[in-house]
């Protein structure tokens, strides 16, 4: 599947995340967590496909994307800033293995929580968030990608943690085996994780030794750019 799908609005939700509002094709599906490969309908950018997550539900008349910019590099996330209202992107196939399976602790690293956005807006709309949490781990506080939000719907249930900046309302350091026990007291319920690879395997490993089963983890890696 390929199709063309217009950019109704876009703006930056952080100083390096953009969100996207497109239209969308019909009889289009997926599932809260699932994700697409993008690419700009430009004629040098066409093939340059690179994966996103939708963070719209199923059931809106639109597609949303909450997308994280890197400058530095010279890819696709580096176009995306120049798009504005009436560009065009290309939407493909439908994939991803992070589905919501029932309550437990979501884990993530910078953009890695991007797929849990549907989830969890799927999750208010449905009014089944109780039981579930999310640890989220950042470089510096302006990184935290729609953190008002998740306040509102998981309360104390959202807890943040940060590497390169030390502030009063969040803890500080990464996510390891020591901080998944103070904040974790059952390793047999669900864990969902996603992030940049080098952070997936140390957090699975710790979740292993802390005795998560296997069958228990459901992830999806994170690739730059």
């Not at 609005?9 to 490969?37: L, R, Y």
Request: aromatic share 12%; hydrophobic share 35%.
């Amino acid at each position: 599947m390929k199709e063309e799908i217009t950019i109704k609005h876009s703006e930056f939700i952080t100083h390096n995340v953009i969100h996207f509002v497109a239209d969308k094709p019909e009889d289009f599906e997926f599932t809260p967590g699932q994700a697409t490969e993008l690419s700009i309908a430009r004629d040098a950018w066409e093939d340059e496909k690179r994966p996103f997550t939708f963070t719209s539900l199923p059931g809106q008349e639109e597609l949303e994307f909450t997308i994280k910019v890197y400058p530095s590099l010279d890819g696709v996330t580096k176009e995306l800033p120049g798009l504005a209202r009436g560009d065009t992107l290309i939407v493909r196939d439908v994939w991803g293995t992070i589905n919501y399976k029932g309550p437990g602790v979501f884990i993530a690293g910078g953009a890695g929580v991007t797929p849990f956005i549907a989830i969890m807006k799927d999750l208010a709309e449905k009014g089944k968030l109780q039981g579930n949490k999310l640890l989220f781990a950042n470089k510096t506080s302006r990184d935290i990608i729609l953190e008002e939000q998740f306040e509102e719907w998981l309360g104390d249930d959202f807890i943040n943690i940060l590497s390169r900046e030390e502030t009063e309302k969040h803890a500080f350091g990464h996510i390891d085996k020591k901080f998944l026990r103070e904040h974790i007291d059952d390793f047999y319920q669900y864990f969902y994780l996603c992030g940049p690879p080098e952070f997936m395997e140390v957090v699975e490993k710790a979740l292993k030794e802390l005795g998560m089963p296997r069958e228990k983890l459901v992830k999806e890696g994170l690739e730059d750019e």
